[in-house]
């Protein structure tokens, strides 16, 4: 069987989410330092287009997005599962908030305090991805703001744990306290003041404590290169699913384009494999990295039919 190839880079929260994710499933990867603004041939030669990280790769399947990765790491590897007292529905909902307003507060803090030491290209490259969801320029005058929108985040994990559970939904730990702790690791790897921001909420460092102690599993590195090889030698083809009774009334094969409705938007088009309740999956070709299938989570993505 293939292994699993996470394609990242060091200061990707999402990337950190699942990194533990590995190290609670106990699994062995090999990881890609993916590039980190656009373009990104490398990473684009595997995905069609969509450049944000992580992506994990297993033989010429490529997953896009976290919460599809994590989904597509509990099928594969369910013991121990990330979704312990039935809570996978929990979780998904939970993401509303963890991934948008919990995670939009903490990365605009990380741009915003350290756009100063940040390249040129790096500060538009992060223009371009946020689009209108994020004032890039205008950040360093919002950072009072941001700081107490933080705090009332904080504040909220704070009290959640104030029980003395050790994790989200309990004894065991789940992809919430994984979803939750992606902006705590935000502003403890990107804000110089950290400390005085996570200090007054101990349950929150108590839990941040617990959770650093995943690790990451058992990781090597390997070339993007060698990652589109492995991709390119792959011979498995994917099994069509597409939902008859999907309101988009689209047949197996059909052409589509799949494009992320938040920011980071840059379409994808293919052959249509998959289209579930949960998931997405086109089939596209890529003259070094070969025939490929690329999936994506429904919530989240604008599935549209193509001309050609």
Known sequence: MAGIILHHFAASPFAERIRLVFGLKGLSWQGVDAELVMPKP?????????????????????????RLIALELERRYPNPTVFPYNSRASCMALSAWTDCDFHMTTSAL??????????QSLVDDRR????????????ENDIPHLRTQLRAHLDIVDQHFSDGRHFWFGDQPSM???QVYTS???VRTNLPFAESELSPFPHVVSWETRMKRFGWGTTSEITAEDAIKLAQACTSTPVFDV???DALGLLPGA????TPTDYGCEPVEGRLVKLTVTEVAIERHDPDAGTLTVHFPRIGFRVSATSH
């Open 42 to 66: 490398k990473l684009t030669a595997l995905t069609g287009g969509y450049r944000k990280t992580p992506v994990m790769q297993i033989g010429n399947d490529i997953y896009c997005d976290s």
């Open 110 to 119: 990380a741009i915003g305090v350290n756009k100063h030491l940040m390249l």
């Open 128 to 139: 371009s991805f946020f689009g209108n969801t994020l004032d890039v320029d205008g950040l």
């Open 176 to 178: 919430a306290d994984f």
């Open 184 to 186: 705590v690791w935000t």
């Open 243 to 245: 939902d008859g009774a």
């Open 255 to 258: 052409p589509v384009v799949v």
